[in-house]
């Protein structure tokens, strides 16, 4: 049974630091890349950051860049977010999605596989 299962959200101050992981299993990971994808209320889901199959090309949303950063363990079936320098408009809920290209547009509709959220609020 395939699966993504996020962890490492919660409640952040402004300026403050999450690393987000998501868990897969029943698939060939190291064949898929792996992207991160957020939904903020009222507001339609969008591409954070996705990362290739062998992890070796990242892209990432105009509005995180230099803030955060995608990786993968493909000897643990996991993929991380290193957020830092958060802002109020990181809120929302942060998916893991599975792309069968090995290359991703990180683009919504081109995911194949998604996890259940993890939801981060950055609030004083």
């Known amino acids: 049974q395939l699966q993504l299962v996020e962890s490492g959200g919660g409640l952040v101050q402004p300026g403050g630091s999450l690393r987000l992981s998501c868990a897969a299993s029943?698939?060939?990971?190291?064949?898929?890349?792996i992207g991160w994808f957020r939904q903020a209320p009222g507001k339609e889901r969008e591409g954070v950051s996705c990362?290739?199959?062998?992890?070796?090309?990242?892209n990432y949303a105009d509005s995180v860049k230099g803030r955060f950063t995608i990786s993968r363990d493909n000897a643990k079936n996991t993929v991380y977010l290193q957020m830092n320098s958060l802002k109020p408009e990181d809120t929302g809920v942060y998916y893991c999605?599975?792309?069968?290209?090995?290359?991703?547009?990180?683009?919504?509709?081109?995911?194949?596989?998604w996890g259940k959220g993890t939801l981060i609020t950055v609030s004083s």
């Open positions: 999605a599975a792309d069968r290209q090995t290359i991703s547009k990180c683009l919504v509709n081109n995911m194949d596989y």
């Open positions: 029943g698939f060939t990971f190291d064949y898929y890349a």
């Open positions: 990362i290739s199959s062998r992890g070796t090309i990242t």
